[in-house]
T-cell receptor
Framework: GNSVTQMEGPVTLSEEAFLTINCTYT??????LFWYVQYPGEGLQLLLKATKADDKGSNKGFEATYRKETTSFHLEKGSVQVSDSAVYFC???????????FGKGTLLTVNP | SQTIHQWPATLVQPVGSPLSLECTVEGTSNPNLYWYRQAAGRGLQLLFYSVGIGQISSEVPQNLSASRPQDRQFILSSKKLLLSDSGFYLCAWTVAGGSGNTIYFGEGSWLTVV
């Protein structure tokens, strides 16, 4: 079956530091890949997505590239802000019913 | 544009009491609908999904049930809540074949069973 593995948190960074959150997946076929963000006390918001190999998703300074050869979709941001503090979930969607399979989430805390 | 709403946002229920969480989607038709649960300190678990009115698939055996009485309405229920039902419940939707299969989430409902 499908599975997503993302780096364990928590991750604590200083403002303006570089961020990488690793995500690898196992899936049959050609899944779509997503990063969702959950701010404290809120639901999940789509951060970015990629639907085929070598696609790069980007939003709000975050980027992730769909690497089929390494089955990875690592999240990066060049300079984090305090407002980026949240839980980040990597996910894939595959199969006829578009069910999402999530990683366990990575808590990011950015200190001023 | 499409929107999704779920309610109530927060509730505290005693063990053994019933539960009803509602979710509606606006601005689309025939969506796939999903209920996820996020337990404290854990990831997201898919509980139910529906591809049409009256069609419910359960992903895990549990104390909960789901119903889809209308095209854009999805209800999560329980006849008797357990302590282990506490968590953050998220409704979600997508349109088959659209937007790269992107799934969009509601605001979530915090359930505390006491």
């Amino acid at each position: 079956g499908n599975s997503v593995t993302q780096m364990e948190g928590p991750v604590t960074l200083s403002e303006e530091a570089f961020l990488t959150i690793n995500c690898t997946y196992t899936a049959t076929g050609y899944p779509s890949l997503f990063w969702y963000v959950q701010y404290p006390g809120e639901g999940l918001q789509l951060l970015l997505k990629a639907t085929k190999a070598d696609d790069k998703g980007s939003n709000k300074g975050f980027e992730a590239t769909y690497r089929k050869e390494t089955t990875s979709f690592h999240l990066e941001k060049g300079s984090v802000q305090v407002s980026d503090s949240a839980v980040y979930f990597c996910a894939l969607s595959g199969g006829s019913n578009y069910k999402l399979t999530f990683g366990k989430g990575t808590l990011l805390t950015v200190n001023p | 544009s499409q929107t999704i709403h779920q309610w109530p946002a927060t509730l505290v229920q005693p063990v053994g009491s019933p539960l009803s969480l509602e979710c509606t989607v606006e601005g689309t038709s025939n969506p796939n609908l999903y209920w996820y649960r996020q337990a404290a300190g854990r990831g997201l678990q898919l509980l139910f999904y529906s591809v049409g009115i009256g069609q419910i698939s359960s992903e895990v055996p549990q104390n909960l049930s789901a119903s889809r009485p209308q095209d854009r309405q999805f209800i999560l229920s329980s006849k008797k809540l357990l302590l282990s039902d506490s968590g953050f419940y998220l409704c979600a939707w997508t349109v088959a074949g659209g937007s790269g299969n992107t799934i969009y989430f509601g605001e979530g409902s915090w359930l505390t069973v006491v």
